[in-house]
């Protein structure tokens, strides 16, 4: 009786088998194609993306009624040696950020500090929603500050990181 059923089942399995491949070529073609969207390589300028990102938030913010955010110069360094170090510990984090705020508000004589960090988007519109869509990450950018600075640096596979940093200078 084992020999039977274990006979049945291999013959139910061929049938079913047999019966999930019939899908023409022009099908398993379209499939290949619409599992691959989006996985083609993309080239990002960084700098420009920088640009952008921070004009969408400012845009973000006076569409709040906030006011605009200035560039921060001597804050860039600190958010991109932050940028550089996910890059190579492969990870998105806020590690350091106590002695990474300090270093800026000794810097800039800010009186408060804080960041957004991110990877993998491709646009800066797709990091702006991302970000508003964030509580913790929207409340930054919403923050009562006067100052900001973008970096967006790409790792070895031309995939962004992001760190931006908020400050309040009085």
């Excluded at 089942?9 to 619409?34: H, R």
Aim: with cysteine; glycine share 2%.
């Amino acid at each position: 009786m084992k020999k039977f059923s274990g006979t049945t089942l291999v013959i139910l399995f061929l049938l079913v088998i047999s019966s999930c491949s019939k899908s023409s070529t022009e099908e398993l073609e379209q499939l290949y194609t619409e599992a691959n969207l989006g996985n083609e390589k993309v080239t990002i300028d960084p700098v420009q993306m920088e640009e952008d990102l921070v004009l969408l938030i400012n845009q973000h913010r006076n569409s709040l009624g906030l006011n605009t955010l200035a560039n921060s110069a001597p804050a860039y360094k600190y958010a991109e040696a932050h940028t550089d170090y996910m890059i190579a510990h492969n990870i998105l984090s806020h590690d350091n950020f106590d002695s990474r705020a300090s270093q800026v508000a000794e810097e800039t004589n800010a009186i408060s500090v804080s960041e957004n960090v991110a990877r993998y988007y491709i646009s800066a519109e797709k990091t702006l929603e991302a970000w508003v869509e964030s509580d913790s990450h929207r409340e930054a950018m919403e923050g009562d500050f006067t100052h900001t600075t973008l970096s967006i640096q790409l790792d070895k596979d031309g995939r962004p990181y992001f760190t931006q940093i908020f400050i309040k200078v009085p």
